[in-house]
């Protein structure tokens, strides 16, 4: 299942972020790959964490749905940046929970994806199942799908060595269609939610990111309680 979200990450965070990120996205002009920044956002322990602007991102977004999800002790599991370079190819079809099930056993994780930039066709925004789209109420139902087959190749370009059977996701893809976001706009979408994404025709990179959300009540693996998040005091 996934939903778009009513609430908008602010043009001054999202203009912040993209200064202190500058040296990924010049990287991906001259790279056409995905360039995932899975080391932006760290743990509060580690110089240049970037903890206050992920609070300002949280803060955005997360009184939407935070009774919602009725987590007891809600964790932000973990916050990358998703740069897709000029030219770069798009992701094959799969389940984030094929990925998860060591580190989440009861399958609670949710993705927020936030667009840095407007995300369209062209530059490779997501691809979901319309079929799929529920209401912002309709999340306190996350995560209560099930996991289809996924073949293991960890040669194939795009960044997901996991994916669903080609035969299998040709049929699928039938179905689902571009989800364009523009600059500041989010969705949600649960670990069951079969995704993909475009390749980036243009000429620039597409800026986005997401924050992955998950029950922390009985997991010591996760970047930081959304309490600890939302008093967090450090200044970069």
């Known amino acids: 299942m996934w939903s778009r979200l009513a609430s ?99 399958p609670t994780i949710f993705s927020v994806w936030i667009a840095l930039d407007d995300l369209t066709a062209e530059k490779g925004c997501l691809i979901l199942s319309r079929d799929n789209e529920v209401d912002v109420s309709g999340m306190s139902a996350f995560n209560t799908g099930s996991i289809l087959d996924h073949n293991e190749d960890y040669q194939q370009a795009g960044g997901f060595p996991i994916t669903i059977p080609e035969a299998t996701a040709k049929q699928m893809k039938e179905s689902m269609a571009y989800i364009h976001l523009a600059r500041g706009e989010a969705l949600a979408f649960d670990s069951f939610e079969p995704h993909t994404t475009g390749p980036n025709t243009t000429s620039t990179p597409r800026l986005a990111m997401k924050i992955a959300y998950s029950e922390g009540k009985e997991k010591d693996r996760y970047l930081m309680r959304t309490e600890d998040l939302e008093n967090y005091s450090g200044v970069r």
């Open 8 to 106: 908008r990450v602010s043009d001054e965070a999202i203009a912040t972020l993209l200064g202190r990120a500058q040296d990924l996205i010049s990287a991906s002009e001259e790279d056409n790959s995905v360039s995932f920044g899975k080391d932006f956002f760290t743990g509060p322990d580690t110089e240049d964490n970037n903890l206050d602007l992920l609070r300002l991102l949280h803060q955005d977004i997360w009184p939407e749905m935070a009774d919602l999800v009725n987590f007891e002790v809600p964790v932000v599991d973990h916050s990358i940046l998703l740069i897709k370079g000029a030219g770069a190819p798009g992701t094959k079809l799969h389940q984030d929970r094929a990925y998860w099930v060591s580190r989440d056993s009861e």
